[in-house]
């Protein structure tokens, strides 16, 4: 994208004159030092020329940089889309340059003894114009993609701030508490060694919890520990009509997550869908190079709605820590999602 300073031709109009104008000058100063005779301001029309020269220079670099933002954007690669620019616009400036000169020296003014220093100085200042122009194009988009830069972390600042604050919430969810204590309660008289395994992987859970409620990333391992625990007390709870089903490729253990992204899902799973004996519910952990799928059978609540803040949370917390994206899908019968792993 040409910065916005070029894109409006009367920016261009006043930009090219001035530099025009100045290139001019700096022209006759270094004449005036090599020629003690020489007069400065003695043609005033060379200015006028000058500026119009300025003003085509300028037009040359927008129009130049207008037919490269569609094969080298400046997204693409900002040393690579200045080095193109400066070479188109620098072989078509030189070449319009040596026919202006060209046709003064050898058609306007014949006679004329032509001293190759001098007009070396000139097409020194021309091509430092050129690097000058070029180089305010290609700060303006540092300047702006800094900018940019700045707000696209202070939104992911946001962003997580809002995701650990969904963090805590689950940490001091009364619902997961107050169910997983009714259920121990009934186990404790009819099952006393389930009991007491569910005893241990609860204190697992919420141990888990809290040594990682600040951590960015965890192995991939400790995250299937943990969704081993809290998937064995979802299966208590429910009595068998969740039937959770792991596929984990032990290579894959050690690359990185975010911390209880699993556990987000499965407890999107629960919430959303159906769960009893005539409709059980299926929830699949899976891996396929380098992504974790979780996927479960569609089977909606008819009055739950949702609002998407658990997976939109998710997605915004893997877009800080990574540019490949959370996949969802939803098919007929399925509800798909892929986390990158780290």
Same mark, same amino acid.
């Given at each position: ?33 090599? &020629?003690?005779?020489?007069? #400065? ?27 490269? +933002? ?9 040393? #690579? ?5 400066? =070479? ?5 400036? =030189? ?22 220093? +001098? ?26 993609? &800094? ?19 969904? #963090? ?35 204190? +697992? @859970? ?36 969740? +039937? ?12 990185? @997550? ?85």
């Amino acid at each position: 994208m040409i910065p916005y300073i070029y894109s409006k031709w009367y920016y261009r109009l006043i930009t090219g004159t001035l530099l025009g104008i100045m290139t001019w000058l700096a022209n006759e100063v270094l004449l005036s030092v090599r &020629y003690r005779y020489f007069l #400065m301001f003695s043609q005033p029309l060379n200015y006028f020329y000058a500026a119009i020269f300025g003003i085509f220079i300028l037009e040359t670099v927008y129009l130049s940089g207008k037919q490269l +933002d569609e094969s080298q954007p400046w997204d693409k690669g900002p040393l #690579m889309r200045f080095l193109f620019q400066m =070479l188109g616009s620098l072989l078509i400036a =030189l070449f319009w340059v040596g026919l202006i000169r060209f046709c003064i020296n050898s058609i306007l003014f014949p006679a004329k003894l032509v001293i190759f220093s +001098d007009e070396l100085i000139l097409l020194t200042l021309a091509i430092t114009l050129l690097l000058l122009i070029n180089l305010a194009e290609l700060g303006f988009y540092l300047n702006e993609k &800094y900018r940019s830069s700045l707000a696209e972390v202070e939104r992911f600042r946001k962003e997580n701030a809002e995701y650990q604050f969904e #963090m805590l919430k689950l940490q001091l969810n009364p619902h997961f508490l107050f169910n997983s204590l009714n259920t121990l309660s009934s186990l404790v008289h009819n099952d006393p060694a389930n009991a007491a395994e569910f005893i241990r992987r609860l204190s +697992d @859970v919420y141990r888990y919890v809290l040594e990682n409620r600040n951590k960015e990333l965890v192995l991939l391992r400790e995250e299937m520990e943990f969704i081993r625990s809290y998937s064995f007390l979802q299966s208590l709870r429910f009595q068998g009509m969740i +039937d959770f089903r792991f596929d984990i490729g032990e290579e894959l253990l050690d690359r990185k @997550v975010a911390p209880m992204t699993l556990q987000l899902l499965i407890e999107n799973a629960v919430k959303h869908n159906i769960v009893s004996s005539k409709q059980p519910l299926t929830v699949v952990i899976s891996s396929e190079k380098d992504n974790l799928i979780v996927e479960n059978n569609l089977q909606f609540k008819e009055e739950m709605t949702g609002t998407g803040v658990g997976l939109k949370n998710i997605s915004s917390r893997y877009a800080f820590l990574t540019d490949r994206k959370v996949e969802i899908i939803r098919e007929d019968n399925l509800f798909k999602v892929v986390v990158p792993l780290i």
